[in-house]
């Protein structure tokens, strides 16, 4: 059995944090400080960013395994933001979440 060196750890750690605070970003984890529900697109932007730019900083100099563990984090993240932001257009579209109703007419 391989042995997971310190680096290997630190790496998977650093996706992991990253991959929280995201999902907390996008709503669909509680947060723990708070105990609720929170969402905050800008920063899970910002969140899955920083996957994106460690993706490419490392790029060749990843094991198989982590190579993996961010390709997934990173996928399911940017599938989450955009089912997120197809939410918020469709409660903009609703005028707030009221249906867009005409108004009666006046005569």
């Not at 991959?19 to 996008?26: G, V, W």
């Not at 708070?34 to 460690?54: T, W």
């Not at 989450?80 to 257009?89: F, G, I, P, T």
Request: zero cysteines; glycine letters at 4%; proline letters at 2%.
């Amino acid at each position: 059995m391989a042995e997971i060196s310190k680096n290997d750890l630190m790496f998977s750690q650093l996706v992991v944090t990253f991959q929280s605070a995201a999902l907390i970003q996008l709503g669909r984890v509680k947060n723990p400080q708070s105990d609720k529900m929170e969402k905050d697109l800008r920063r899970a932007q910002y969140s899955i960013d920083m996957l994106d730019m460690l993706d490419v900083k490392t790029r060749g100099n990843r094991s198989e395994e982590e190579d993996k563990m961010l390709k997934s984090a990173l996928m399911n993240l940017k599938m989450s933001y955009v089912q997120e932001l197809a939410k918020e257009k469709q409660y903009k579209d609703t005028d707030g979440g009221k249906e867009n109703q005409a108004e009666p007419e006046k005569k």
